[in-house]
T-cell receptor
Framework: AQSVTQPDIHITVSEGASLELRCNYSYGATPYLFWYVQSPGQGLQLLLK??????LVQGIKGFEAEFKRSQSSFNLRKPSVHWSDAAEYFCAVGDNDYKLSFGAGTTVTVRA | DTAVSQTPKYLVTQMGNDKSIKCEQNLGHDTMYWYKQDSKKFLKIMFS???????INETVPNRFSPKSPDKAHLNLHINSLELGDSAVYFC???????????FGPGTRLTVL
């Protein structure tokens, strides 16, 4: 069964600084990887996804993620965060059978 | 147009009651899901329906019963509500087993 680990429970970053959120997955085959963002009181919005091909994936809101098979990682990055990026971020891995397994999430706080 | 909608957004009820949450998607997807997000924000899949057929049924108490009247709707009925059922319940939909899952805004259930 697949699983996801997000090692950082909470990250605080200054507005304008760069952000990197870590994600490690466990899955026997080629994974389908996703990053979702959840703003307070809201549903989950897809930021980006990796299915195959180019290992550097561009998403919405200026986010990107890099798939590294050798490290079983799919880290999310943003060069310059905005106050509106304060939210909960979830990494997820999907299998070939509809199941999506989520990490525990990373809370991002942005300070002025 | 809301892609995946849920009603109600908030639900406060007493222990022992029976309640339902409704979900509708207008994306034309053939697969719908229910997830539970607990107080620590951990997301776990509960059920999935593909073309009205149950395909995922995780370890969930049988007090929870999903019903899919058609491809665009997936309802969740909960009998004899318990304190531990308090959570945010998310509906999602996708086209195919590896496609992106699109989430609704969530229903916050509080059992008193």
């Amino acid at each position: 069964a697949q699983s996801v680990t997000q090692p950082d429970i909470h990250i605080t970053v200054s507005e304008g600084a760069s952000l990197e959120l870590r994600c490690n997955y466990s899955y026997g085959a080629t994974p389908y990887l996703f990053w979702y963002v959840q703003s307070p009181g809201q549903g989950l919005q897809l930021l980006l996804k990796y299915f195959s091909g180019d290992t550097l994936v561009q998403g919405i809101k200026g986010f990107e993620a890099e798939f590294k098979r050798s490290q079983s990682s799919f880290n999310l990055r943003k060069p310059s965060v905005h106050w509106s990026d304060a939210a909960e971020y979830f990494c997820a891995v999907g299998d070939n059978d509809y199941k999506l397994s989520f990490g525990a999430g990373t809370t991002v706080t942005v300070r002025a | 147009d809301t892609a995946v909608s849920q009603t109600p957004k908030y639900l406060v009820t007493q222990m022992g009651n029976d309640k339902s949450i409704k979900c509708e998607q207008n994306l034309g997807h053939d697969t719908m899901y229910w997830y539970k997000q607990d107080s620590k924000k951990f997301l776990k899949i509960m059920f999935s329906y593909n073309n009205k057929e149950l395909i995922i049924n995780e370890t969930v108490p049988n007090r929870f019963s999903p019903k899919s009247p058609d491809k665009a709707h997936l309802n969740l009925h909960i009998n004899s509500l318990e304190l531990g059922d308090s959570a945010v319940y998310f509906c999602a939909s996708s086209q195919g087993e590896t496609d992106t899952q699109y989430f609704g805004p969530g229903t916050r259930l509080t059992v008193l």
